[in-house]
């Protein structure tokens, strides 16, 4: 008894000191703004200073105080989020997109912080909101599955893209701690506080209300005839509560039962055909991103189909097994009625594939008990969740900056390899392999190449004129245009395309001697860009980092050419150093002003396989944010205008 007393404490104070470790490392974190964060730091502020669940003046002007407090870098302004959504204004208040229970929670925190006559910033608060959940999921795994189920929370934390949104102001963390506790009670038959966690959950995504009430229809038809006690009686009241919280309040103040219908955002099954790509897709799915999860999938299928007849099928598995398959119609439903696939505030996949990792807890626990009968199986599977797991931290680490116009390792392998494989939603390939990302003149896309240099996507519908290529196939765009308008008259929508021999060939680029090449939107010069550029914008391109490179085609006209010119502005004042890749300096000094420029000489012997490359050194990249309030976090240092070759400049 009093050895078993000892093993009982020690459990609990490790657990402690776990939780505690847990804390600080969230607690060190550097504030940063994803997303709609500024809503959510505007909810609170509102909460604050108004007791309203609505935005006033008086929020609004705690709002640009904040935000000029330099506490969170890159919010956006109070005029850009005054004007988010007109259609959510209501006299002299307004709403956002977003429900306000997350912030009001985060809230409550920091007025008990008060009350204790302890100061906390703002922020901090959503970091302790985010502890507790945290907190709450792993001492439920630990109650039901011991250390065991602690692992697989901390897992499924820590190594998977959730990591990445552990420290921001952000719902995702949010809904996948309640649905995790959710998940961890309803294998265990705890079906009230399961429900509750649902509808916790449903506050700020109304789809999991209807995930609330299947938990209970699966405890009306699990335990049918069952007299319910005063306790269960009031979780269901509460239950009924927070599912009605969010479609009630949006309807008594605008008439709808969520604001997406309002405000724009959702077109209920508008995206339906593309439901697989929250589970599938290279770039924006969980599995493809989410490596540990993937594994843990297939041995569980692994150990399953080797004997199905030991697996131990119950009222209690088929229920789970009606749970996850329930759960995925409806959120695939959910999330394909959004207008917005390739979602923002992410660390590269989209953050509505996050709503389906909690699922994958049964799968771990069902894995670790097998493993637990195979030592050398055991052995070998720790060795690859450690090294899948420092990789997936390092890829989702909370320091990383957002990334969703970039493509993932994955679909970079497919589109250059096998493209035949694989044909991403058009919004994601548009936004993933072209420089454009997320610009509204995306709506005037009509022809992109993809890195294969032969896959294109076409549009063509209405007045489209923008045609991209990778820089490295050598395309000439304004070819490319041809070439497409020539098709699309045999085309009924949108649709993937590959170019023959003939059309690479008749698209071939070629350098015009005493060409000014400018470089921007819908511009000649844009294929000179390699790394080191930021988004394409209507006047050129910043350099984002200490380098960045040009490169360019070598056929026999360019090797007439005895200089080149470079035309560009300057963030801040920088010193440039122009190399050849050979580590030849080709020009070096100081630049500075709106606009200016540099020439050098050309030499020939640097031109090798085919091309012509250069690098440009820049001396010291700048974040606007570091200058004063801004949520642009790049770091800027010269903005390419335009380039000509020739001979006599």
Known sequence: MRGALLRLNLNHLLLLGGLCCILVFMLILPAQRVGDGSEYYAMYLSWQETLRPYMTEKAYQAYAKFMASGQVPGLVSRMQLE?????????????????????????????????????????????????????????????????????????MTFASPIFWFIDKAHTEFFTYCLVLSSIILLL???????????????????????????????????????????????????????????????FFRFGVVTPQLLAGGAALGGNLSSFHVWLFDPDVGLLPNWLIGTLCLL????????????????????????FILFYLMTNLYA?????????????????????????????????????????????????????????????????????????????????????????????????????????????????AVGPDCRKALIIPFGDRHTVTSPPDCFLDNQKLKVIASALIGKMN????????????KAARLTINIGHRYKV????????????????????????????????????????????????????EKQTLTVKAFDGTTLWSGNVAGAATSVKFDMRRENCRSGRYAILLDISNPTSPSDLGPSNDRRKLGIGLAEVMIGNSL
């Open 83 to 155: 004007n988010a959504f007109p259609a959510l204004r209501l006299g002299a208040t307004s709403d956002f997109n977003h429900f306000w229970l997350f912030s009001f929670l985060a809230f409550v925190i920091g007025k008990l912080a008060g009350l204790l006559q302890i100061e906390i910033r703002l922020h901090t608060s959503f970091i302790l909101l985010h502890f507790i959940l945290l907190s709450t999921a792993i001492l439920l795994a630990y109650r039901f599955y011991k250390w065991p189920g602690v692992a697989t929370v901390l897992i």
């Open 188 to 250: 265990q038959d705890r079906f009230f506080p399961a429900a509750l966690f649902q509808a916790l959950a449903a506050t700020q995504n109304p789809s999991f209300a209807i995930m609330a009430a299947f938990i209970l229809l699966l405890s009306l038809m699990r335990q049918p005839g069952r007299s319910y006690g005063l306790f269960e009686i009031i979780v269901a009241g509460l239950i009924g509560l927070l599912v009605l919280l969010h479609p009630a309040y949006y």
């Open 299 to 322: 041995l569980a299928t692994s150990f399953f189909l080797i004997n199905p007849r030991r697996f131990a099928w119950s009222r209690q598995t088929l229920g789970m097994a009606a």
């Open 335 to 447: 999330h394909s009625s959004t207008t917005n696939i390739n979602s923002g505030a992410t660390p590269g996949l989209s953050r509505y594939a996050l709503w389906y990792l909690p699922l994958a807890f049964p799968f771990f626990i069902y894995v670790i008990a097998k493993l637990s009968e195979r030592l050398i199986a055991a052995s070998i599977t720790a060795l690859a969740f450690c090294a899948l797991a420092m990789l997936s931290m390092y890829q989702n680490a909370p320091i990383r900056v957002e990334s969703y116009t970039k493509p993932a390792y994955l679909s970079m392998v497919i589109q250059n390899r096998l493209p035949w494989l694989y044909n991403p939603p058009y919004e994601v390939f548009m936004e993933r392999y072209t420089p454009f990302g997320e610009a509204v003149h995306l709506r005037a896309m009509l022809l």
């Open 493 to 504: 929508g949108p649709d993937y395309i590959s170019l023959s021999d003939e059309q690479i």
């Open 520 to 571: 921007g939107l819908d511009q000649p010069g844009n294929f000179l860009l390699r790394s080191g550029w930021s988004g394409i914008e209507p006047w050129g391109v910043w350099s984002e980092g200490a380098q960045a490179t040009l490169a360019f085609p070598c056929d026999d006209a360019l090797f007439n050419a005895k200089e080149m010119f470079l035309g560009f502005r300057v963030f």
